[in-house]
């Protein structure tokens, strides 16, 4: 079983920063890969951003790409999406995603479907 608590959400002025945390029980977190999803109001939940269980492999979506950054300290069983250059678009409940593994793998995942646990979500609101 995997626990995941996201933190650091907030209210944020267009163009500010922000750095999300998830925090991680259990063993299995240095083999998982784990991925950042979000979801607006009346819209799916989509990938954000994705990494595999060492950090050596890292998936962001078109609309973040350049501007986020996930990395990982599993000596903390932390995950971290650091937002910068925040746009009103970028408001949405973010969610933290883990997938254990047997093994040591560099793959990461994108869909919804692909993760076996999730946290309740922290709430992101940019404001123009």
């Known amino acids: 079983q995997v626990q995941l608590v996201e933190s650091g959400g907030g209210l944020v002025q267009a163009g500010g920063s922000l750095r999300l945390s998830c925090a991680a029980s259990?063993?299995?977190?240095?083999?998982?890969?784990m991925g950042w999803f979000r979801q607006a109001p009346g819209k799916e939940r989509d990938i954000v951003a994705a990494i595999n269980y060492n950090g050596g492999r890292t998936y962001y979506a078109d609309s973040v790409k350049g501007r986020f950054t996930i990395s990982r300290d599993n000596a903390k069983n932390t995950v971290y999406l650091q937002m910068n250059s925040l746009k009103p678009e970028d408001t949405a409940v973010y969610y933290c995603a883990a997938r254990p593994q047997s093994s040591y793998s560099g793959t990461y995942y994108l869909r919804t479907n692909d993760y076996n646990y999730w946290g309740r979500g922290t709430q992101v609101t940019v404001s123009s």
């Open positions: 259990g063993r299995t977190f240095s083999s998982a890969a």
